[in-house]
């Protein structure tokens, strides 16, 4: 399909999904919802402890950093950063530190940590192989990089239904707004590139039921990024009949993948 100007400007730089949006912390909690479960296997499989030292970069609504702090707490450490941190006010009292921070300029402790993840962050960021670089010094030796970021990888062409129309529109709006829907798929070589070891990578594609976490927080999505859309050339019905598709709990739906990357810094630490 071919698309129509967007109201923004091409190429300017911002994030599309902002956590100021009246129902960003709902949306955020069913991103949570639908992947932890994915994220905290993984950590566990590299080995997060009781006194990991933990990174958890463009932490968004906290999940994740609240599971880290369940574990790596106390005689560990967690720092959750973001470049709006309003929805981990709580973290604190968990024991977790939070800081406003963007992950471009901002300075991140360098040689600081066991574990630092990011999970659809950086895909969203138009410096992100800088920031790529820049987690990768906030590494100790020994210490492991886990990126989860989303790539289309060809499946976003097969998406069918008014769900996978309204879907290209999206990836096409944050694209312009300068977020990279198909990076994820060099992280290994980006990885390898950097000196790092043990670099691993695989790709998931959640299938999902409509009325699933997974579905509301799509739902929620198009709420959000409706007038984007439109402007796009997506007619208003259509991101009706794709909310209905999510809202239809007969329906099976699938998401574009997300890309699990990870590997370590040379050296050793007893993470
Ligand atoms: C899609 S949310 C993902 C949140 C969380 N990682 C998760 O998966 O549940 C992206 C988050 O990255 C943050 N972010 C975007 N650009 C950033 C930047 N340049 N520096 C720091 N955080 C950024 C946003 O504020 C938002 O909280």
Known sequence: ????????????????????????????????????????????????????????????????????CSVALPGGRVLAVDADPRHLADLPGLGGEVAQLDLVTGDIPERAFDFVHTRFVLLHIADRDIVVERLVRALVPGGVLVLEEGDGLGVLDEMPGAFGEVWRAFAH???IAGASQSWARSLPAQLDALGLVDVHAEAEIPMFRGGSPMARMWSLTWVQTHDTLVSLGIPPEVIAAAQAELEDQQQWLYAPPIVRAWAHRAGTTDL
């Open 1 to 68: 399909m071919s698309w129509s100007s967007p109201s923004s400007s091409p190429g300017d730089p911002h994030y599309t999904l902002p956590n100021e949006w009246g129902f960003a912390d709902e949306r955020l909690a069913l991103l949570g919802a639908a992947y932890d479960s994915g994220s905290i296997a993984l950590a566990q499989r590299l080995g997060v402890k009781a006194g990991s030292r933990c990174l958890e970069a463009g932490a968004g609504g906290g999940s994740f950093a609240r599971w880290l």
């Open 173 to 175: 709006s944050t694209e």
